[in-house]
């Protein structure tokens, strides 16, 4: 894949996987959380149940997710400030300021930390999912588009 394209912590999981794939020649992220602990924060009240009983269902963003004790070892030895700065991939940031789930200080995080060639597009008065508004989408669907064609 010479394109990689996360939302959420899919896209905090992009910008780890890009520097493990030579192919890889562009990130963009949606929303994205600029280190792992945003995500675990997220099922705090479940770590003992999953650490006593390896596993628990826990609600992010309206939706069950099943997380194991493996996921939480696998996050924790993440250096995802380092997957950052060290990119070296064109990056494309999209966030929305309005974001209720993951703030728009992550976006500014990544941006400040990552090398250029890297852009950052706002998403006005969109929501985490982009589901508010089907614009939203769409908006980022083109913006994205139009912006990867100069990378692959």
Avoid at 30 to 41: E, L
Avoid at 89 to 97: D, E, G, Y
Avoid at 128 to 138: I, S, T, W
């Amino acid at each position: 894949p010479s394109l990689f394209i996360g939302h959420s912590f899919g896209g905090t999981a992009a910008l780890q996987a890009a520097g493990d794939i030579p192919e890889c020649k562009a990130v963009a992220t949606i929303g994205a959380p600029c280190d792992t602990q945003h995500i675990v924060h997220q099922f705090a009240d479940r770590l003992e149940e999953i650490e006593q009983e390896g596993e628990a269902q826990v609600m992010l963003a309206g939706r069950p997710f099943t997380i194991k004790e493996q996921f939480l070892d696998d996050v924790a030895n993440q250096d995802i400030e380092s997957a950052i700065a060290n990119l070296s991939r064109a990056l494309m940031i999209f966030h929305s300021p309005q974001d209720k789930v993951v703030s728009i200080k992550n976006a500014s995080h990544i941006y400040v930390t990552a090398r250029h060639p890297k852009t950052y597009v706002s998403l006005d008065g969109a929501d985490h999912l982009l589901l508010r508004n089907p614009e939203d989408a769409v908006y980022v669907a083109k913006v994205l588009a139009a912006w990867s064609a100069r990378y692959i």
